[in-house]
Structure formats: structure tokens, C-alpha cells
């Protein structure tokens, strides 16, 4: 692939890339060449010249992303070898298709690919790209898709737009590459959903919590379960096929709680009571009745996305579970999470030990949660940890 342009670090800034971080920020670089536009391929060089790798070009502080290292290329193969790298890890996670056919098959740093994600819902494929350089390179990634799957009759769509930059992603639109874009019903650990890939939030459906649904439903036997900021009930289901006898799911999204019907239906087997009430969580839980719930989720979206709303978010999270936390009979269970990258895994828990003294409640922590084992952090790349959660028991 042709590469135009090439930079130069500063002597002495290229320890980062020996360290296989895959960011190079902007006061890294001797000098921008003229013409360099945003998503631009380049060649990155030390200040004798030597080869250090290859990326896309963004102005702003993170100033190139890395697709490769001095040992790598980028050839007419490039996408097969990298998504089908990518792909052989998701079939060792998931060897069952018949059990679990949903699943992210490429998690930006995670998978070498910065700025790329796929998700796939069984015979469908959703591309979001999160910088200006990956999606100027949408065709040759989803001209890959088939070959690696071995499917041409897979559906492809483009859901880019709301993750792009805004002057860039307002230009386009979520673009059915392939096939059809209808709602797809898919399997996760046995369960039945449904992912509505345009409509739907980020690329249709929470991939990430996998595992931590899976567990929710190992403790739901026999209890009263609430799940708050339920989205489309994924807890809730595998509560209710855990021998929860009543589920509580509560979303402000009148659209999410239809979703999480749905999904209800989807699921025919006997299950306890299900309640469903479109509503302020916070509202729902002032109004609730201490001690009334054996088990509450908590999984809110991201209460900060930049370091200045960190504090408020912090102070938002600890009122949140305090609250949840009064709500649970002595022995009750909370997961509670946050996607919040700016709200690391340390800051979080000092921010549930607050929450528990505010509460006036004993609580041990049972488990500590992170994301599922297809969104993989690079180990060089540790910004790419971004949801954790706590399993507590509340005395």
C-alpha cells in the first residue's frame, strides 16, 4: 500500500515505540510534512533514519497510532493476515457456535488495529472505526471479511459515524456494505438475543459483559434481582434463567425496556416474575424499599469521557452505590461497574469504599470484573483496560 509520507521522531523520543506502545504523541515529532492530511499513512523513522513502523497521521496530541512495527509491512495481504489473526483467537474463545455466535473480533490496540472495531452477530459483521485513517481504509478492510470467514454472503455494515471525529463522521452515514442490515438474532452462552446493528447502542449490543452476565446468572437463584441501566436485559435474562423468582429491569429508554421484551420472549422457559419500569434509575432506587433486593447490577454508561468531568463522575458513582447499597437485605450481592476510562480500576474501588462508609453496611468484595476476553488489552498498551466492576456481599 502506498505510504507518501514520513516522520521523524525527535532524538530520543522513539523509546516508547521500543517499548511497543502503539501511540506516538505530538511532541514526539521533529517536523509534519507539508501536504499531511488527517488519516494519512505514515512511515515513522528515528533521527538517523532508522525504520520504526507505520500508521495513520491525526493532528491532535496523539498524533499517529501504530499499525505496525520496524519488523512489519504493509502489503496487499495486510488486512487478511491481520483480521485473520485476529479471528483464530475468537475461535479458540469460542469454539461452539452453537452455544455463543456473537463475539468482537477486532478490539483496536487489543488486536494491533488502532482505531478498528468488528463485532460479529452471527452471519453479520459491524465495522466501526474510531479515527479518519481506518475508515478512509473501510473498503480493503471489509473486502477481507469474506475471504477470512469464508463466507461471501456474510452482511457487512458500516456503523462509523457517530465514533468519528464530528467535522468527519456528520459527512457520512452508517453504510449497508453487504447484504442486509435487519435485526439478527444470535447466541450468547446458550441465550437468545436480538441486535438491532443501526439502531442499536455503540455497535448493537454490550459484547463486553459476557462473562459477567454468565455470573450474575450463577447468583441469581432464589433471589429478587434488580438490574439498573438494564439497556435491553441482557442480565436480566440470564437472572431470570438462573432461578431468580423476580427480576427488576429499569432503563430511562423506553426503546431499551421494548428491547429487553423482547428478549424476554426470545428466552421461553419457565422463569420467575419479570417487571420492567422505564425510569430514572436513581429515582427507582430513592423510591424503593431498603433491603428489598437479594441481588443489584449496576451498569451505567460512561458517567465521564474526558479528565474534567472525572471528579463529578467519581462523586456520581458513589452517591449511585450507596444508594444500591441500602436497597440490598443483609447478604445481597452488587455488581457494579464502570466503563469510565478516565475512572481507572484503583480510583473506582477507593470510590466503593466511600460508597460502603457512606452506606453505614459491611461489604467484602468477592470478585473483581473486567471486560470479556475478546475486547484483549494489549500488554503494552494498558489505556485499552477500560470496564471494571467490583462483585461485593453486603452485610
Known amino acids: 500500500m502506498d505510504i507518501r509520507h514520513q516522520i521523524t521522531l525527535k532524538r530520543g523520543r522513539e523509546q516508547n515505540l521500543y517499548r511497543r506502545h502503539p501511540w506516538i504523541f505530538s511532541g514526539a515529532l521533529q517536523a509534519v510534512p507539508d501536504g499531511i492530511g488527517d488519516g494519512d499513512l505514515v512511515k515513522v523513522v528515528d533521527a538517523s533514519g532508522k525504520k520504526l513502523g507505520f500508521g495513520h497521521y491525526h493532528h491532535g496530541s496523539i498524533a499517529i497510532k501504530l499499525l505496525g512495527f520496524a519488523e512489519e509491512g504493509m502489503d496487499s495481504a495486510f488486512w487478511v493476515r491481520k483480521l485473520g489473526d485476529a479471528l483464530a483467537l475468537r475461535r479458540r474463545l469460542f469454539p461452539e457456535e452453537g452455544y455463543t455466535n456473537a463475539f468482537r473480533w477486532v478490539h483496536g490496540e487489543g488486536d494491533g488495529l488502532p482505531g478498528l472495531v468488528v463485532d460479529v452477530y452471527a452471519n453479520t459483521v459491524v465495522i466501526q472505526c474510531h479515527s479518519i485513517g481506518m475508515h478512509r481504509q473501510l473498503q480493503d478492510i471489509a473486502g477481507a471479511i469474506p475471504s477470512c470467514l469464508g463466507n461471501e454472503k456474510v452482511n457487512i455494515i458500516d456503523k462509523s459515524r457517530d465514533s468519528l471525529p464530528r467535522d468527519y463522521g456528520r459527512t ?87 428491547g429487553c421484551m423482547r428478549h424476554l420472549a426470545l428466552n421461553v422457559s419457565p422463569m420467575g416474575d419479570h417487571l420492567a419500569h422505564c425510569q430514572d434509575v436513581h429515582d427507582y432506587l430513592r423510591s424503593a424499599e431498603a433491603s428489598s433486593f437479594d441481588l443489584i447490577v449496576l451498569d451505567p454508561p460512561a458517567f465521564a469521557k474526558t479528565l474534567d468531568k472525572r471528579h463529578q463522575a467519581v462523586q456520581a458513582y458513589k452517591r449511585l452505590n450507596a444508594l444500591a447499597m441500602q436497597k440490598l437485605r443483609e447478604g445481597g450481592m452488587l455488581f457494579s461497574f464502570s466503563c469510565s476510562q478516565v475512572v481507572g480500576e484503583e480510583l473506582f474501588y477507593h470510590t466503593l469504599v466511600a460508597a460502603g462508609i457512606e452506606a453505614k453496611r459491611p461489604v467484602r468484595v468477592i470478585h473483581k470484573l473486567s471486560q470479556a476476553p475478546d475486547h484483549p488489552v494489549n500488554l503494552f498498551h494498558p489505556e485499552g483496560h477500560y470496564l471494571k466492576g467490583l462483585g461485593l456481599v453486603v452485610g
Request: with cysteine; charged share 20%; hydrophobic share 40%.
Open 172 to 258: 457520512i452515514e452508517h453504510t449497508v456494505l453487504s447484504g442486509s442490515a435487519a435485526p439478527v438474532t444470535f447466541l450468547e452462552n446458550g441465550h437468545r438475543f436480538e441486535c438491532d446493528v443501526l439502531a442499536g447502542q455503540k455497535t448493537g449490543f454490550f459484547l463486553d459483559q459476557r462473562d459477567n452476565r454468565k455470573l450474575v446468572g450463577l447468583y441469581s437463584s432464589g433471589g429478587r434481582v434488580l438490574n439498573a441501566f438494564s439497556y435491553t436485559g441482557g442480565f436480566s435474562i440470564y437472572a431470570l434463567a438462573g432461578g431468580a423468582t423476580e427480576v427488576v429491569s429499569v432503563d430511562s429508554s423506553q426503546r431499551a425496556i421494548e
